[in-house]
């Protein structure tokens, strides 16, 4: 897939539904589709953290790729994990688009071209550090610079648009951390486990594609 077919793809979205609850369902662990269920958790979402994150795509090695990033272990709730870029809004921050720039940049050195999200993906929320994540789309004519802060990104990843189209979900158990053992839906790339929040929100973007290409 090259820059102007992911184009295309997305300019489709204005006439498709997201499809957010249905993919982040496929995606999520068991314990996150009952909370889903709870009458509570519609009152923390309305208390929640605010927090934003960014996919990035752009072209290299001839086809697109979306940046994600392995943090640093460093205790916190998400140690060690792959996610994509992003983080809490901060004061500053003009609007949740602004703090998914501003993250990007802190975490990998570089501001995307976008001067305004392509697409807003469907927001979710994340239990153990109470946030709620809105998601968005930015898309690049040429790679950027990465330059990874090691502070808070052990590894940049990238991650080729046509391999996430065709990766499947797979009930794995997490191979470390604090929760090491337990099983839960996930995504293998180059021996890389990708599982929870970010899980799910790939699988609406996955979802969006394969719609945009069916159409």
Sequence with gaps: MNYQTLLDCISKVADLN???KSAHIEAAPLHRIQSLQREKYHDQIQTAKQAAVLL???PKNESMQLSLIQRTIDGGVHSGQIALPGGKKEEKDKSLWYTA???YKEELGSIPFSSSPLLQLSSI???PSDFLVTPFLSVNPIAPKIIPDPKEVALHIELPIEKLISLK????????GALKGRVVPSYTFENHF???ATAMILTEFKYILQNSISN
């Excluded at 979900?169 to 470390?176: A, D, E, R, V």
């Design 18 to 20: 997201l499809s957010g």
């Design 169 to 176: 979900i797979k009930q794995k158990p997490i191979p470390s």
């Design 125 to 127: 929320y994340i239990p």
């Design 56 to 58: 990035n795509c752009y």
């Design 101 to 103: 720039l501003r993250e």
């Design 194 to 196: 990708i599982w929870g």
